[in-house]
């Protein structure tokens, strides 16, 4: 069983920094591609960035340049280094996880990240 949970998440001025986490509790699995989509109130979920298992990186447009997704293989984990956030990056942030070769998909139950103006 696979389980993920998000941590670093809070309330931060803009132009101030977090880091989020996602901690995976499963050993017996090989990842492919894991990432963080965030959601925020009325808007669908959206993919922030992803990273592959040979750390290919993808980002939304709106986030390059200021947050960098980095992974360890061994722990597997998966961290989003956030910077120069603005009061659009608000919403509840969720990791993604894909299991290799199989393509199976495990959410986290999110962590909220808020910005005030």
């Known amino acids: 069983q696979v389980q993920l949970v998000e941590s670093g998440g809070g309330l931060v001025q803009a132009g101030g920094s977090l880091y989020l986490s996602c901690a995976n509790s499963?050993?017996?699995?090989?990842?492919?591609?894991m990432g963080w989509y965030r959601q925020a109130p009325g808007k669908q979920r959206e993919l922030v960035a992803s990273?592959?298992?040979?750390?290919?990186?993808n980002y939304a447009d709106s986030v390059k340049g200021r947050f960098t997704i980095s992974r360890d293989n061994n722990q597997k984990t998966i961290y989003l280094q956030m910077n120069s956030l603005k009061p659009e990056d608000t919403a509840l942030y969720y990791c993604?996880?894909?299991?290799?070769?199989?393509?199976?998909?495990?959410w986290g139950q999110g962590t909220q990240v808020t910005v005030s103006s």
């Open positions: 990273i592959s298992r040979r750390y290919s990186t």
């Open positions: 499963a050993r017996d699995f090989t990842f492919g591609t």
């Open positions: 993604n996880v894909r299991t290799f070769p199989d393509n199976i998909d495990y």
